[in-house]
């Protein structure tokens, strides 16, 4: 497995305001994934974008995956005070194991 | 999808004791993994739980200072031995399925005296 590194390192918004974050990664991959932490608590899986995949939707959240760039984008619209939490992507590969990189603190202001 | 119980949420121990910590998955899993998130970190694998053999250690981990058991498919234990203050973190145990994707426990907030 090898470990996505996400950009920023924090974000702040304000509730209602979008939220983009970035994720490269260096060599190909199956899939890649992105999970949310609230708070020290465990990681709940957001959605996995397949590698012959470019855009995928889920709820308030759009995933971009370039695989010509080895980056992909998290897109939150219309952000609520609940998506406060740190974001992590995950690039896969060949195995079933998954690497965590320091993630993007999000913010969201009342 | 999979529902991980974890158990205990949290603890404080003794510095040389030991902490063993359940994860419980409510559906068959293909794989189990244990992680450390020491404090403001992100998450660290430490070893793949398999079933009925040893589990799969990570660079930096070992058997002696990590045990794990998986008896069968939907549960597994992590003790941490001859705990020290460095050894304060969150633990977490996920379940895998054919899919990649990994379903989480709430974690094991450790404190060491």
């Known amino acids: 497995s090898q470990q996505g590194e996400e950009d920023p390192q924090a974000l702040s918004i304000q509730e209602g305001e979008n939220a983009t974050m970035n994720c490269s990664y260096k060599t190909s991959i199956n899939n890649l994934q992105w999970y949310r932490q609230n708070s020290g608590r465990g990681l709940v899986h957001l959605i996995l974008?397949?590698?012959?995949?470019r855009e995928k939707h889920s709820g308030r959240l759009r995933v971009t995956l370039d695989t010509s760039k080895k980056s992909s984008s998290l897109l939150i619209t219309a952000s609520r005070a609940a998506d406060t939490a740190s974001y992590f992507c995950?690039?896969?590969?060949?195995?079933?194991?998954?690497?965590f990189g320091a993630g993007t603190t999000v913010t969201v202001r009342a | 999808s999979a529902v991980i119980s974890q158990k205990p949420s949290r603890d404080i121990c003794q510095r040389g004791t030991s902490l063993t910590i359940q994860c419980q998955v409510d559906?068959?899993?293909?794989?189990m993994f244990w992680y450390r998130q020491q404090p403001g970190q992100s998450l660290t694998l430490i070893a793949t739980?398999?079933?009925?053999?040893?589990?799969?250690?990570e660079s930096g981990f070992v058997i002696d200072k990590f045990p794990i058991s998986r008896p069968n498919l939907t549960f597994s234990t992590l003790t941490v031995s001859n705990l020290s203050p460095e050894d304060s973190s969150i633990y977490l145990c996920s379940g895998g399925t054919g899919t990649n994707i990994q379903y989480f426990g709430a974690g094991t907030r450790l404190s060491v005296l």
């Open positions: 974008i397949r590698s012959n995949e």
């Open positions: 739980a398999n079933q009925g053999s040893e589990a799969t250690y």
């Open positions: 995950a690039p896969c590969s060949n195995d079933y194991k998954l690497s």
């Open positions: 559906s068959q899993v293909t794989m």
